[in-house]
């Protein structure tokens, strides 16, 4: 992938949906915020909407783009295997 701007990674997910007959439902994104951080604002919202079932497969471009931090990343993947919620 060339680049790691929100657009790039944004076109690429889609592009990826789409060759595999995927549904975007949403998109949590949270620019200007640090994937060292947990308390990201979409993020909650991510996990919140997993916690309830609304999504079942999470998409990201790069597995730091979900959490820099391993303690956080351990964390979020335990929540999405509670609910097998793929990624």
């Known amino acids: 992938m060339h680049g790691d701007s929100i657009r790039t990674q944004t076109e690429a ?3 990826y949906a789409k060759y595999n007959n995927f ?5 949590y994104i949270d620019e200007g915020y640090s994937a060292t951080n947990s308390k990201i604002p979409n993020l909650q919202r991510m996990i919140e ?3 309830n079932n609304k999504i079942d497969l999470v998409m990201i471009t790069k597995i730091d783009r979900l959490s820099l931090g391993v303690k956080n990343y351990y964390k979020i993947m335990e929540t999405l295997e ?3 919620c793929d990624m």
């Open 13 to 15: 997910l889609e592009q």
């Open 23 to 27: 549904i975007i439902l949403d998109k």
């Open 82 to 84: 509670k609910r097998k």
């Open 49 to 51: 909407d997993v916690k």
